[in-house]
Nanobody
């Protein structure tokens, strides 16, 4: 059984940084694209970024220049470095991985507040 477990969320002040991690475990052959979505209260789930197993990256426009996605294929882990955080970045962040069907993590809360 495949599991994705996120970590690294928390409370941070505006302008601060957080690094999220998402580790996949279980019966994993190879992992394709991995990425992150987020969902704020009362809003639809929003794509944040993804990275292919070849290292190609894609970001939502509002995250470009502030967020960086990376992965360690040996550790089956994807990361999201978030800098210059804003209150509107507050949300539950979910990771996913295509193994080959899409699996989701349970989510980690990010709160950006003074």
């Amino acid at each position: 059984q495949v599991q994705l477990v996120e970590s690294g969320g928390g409370l941070v002040q505006p302008g601060g940084s957080l690094r999220l991690s998402c580790a996949a475990s279980g019966s994993i052959g190879s992992i394709g694209t991995m990425g992150w979505y987020r969902q704020a209260p009362g809003k639809q789930r929003e794509r944040v970024a993804y990275i292919t197993n070849g290292g190609n990256r894609n970001y939502a426009d509002s995250m470009k220049g502030r967020f960086t996605i990376s992965r360690d294929n040996d550790k089956n882990t994807v990361y999201l470095q978030m800098n210059s955080l804003k209150p509107e970045d507050s949300a539950v962040y979910y990771c996913y991985g295509r193994i080959p069907r899409t699996y989701w993590g349970q989510g980690t809360q990010v709160t950006v507040s003074p």
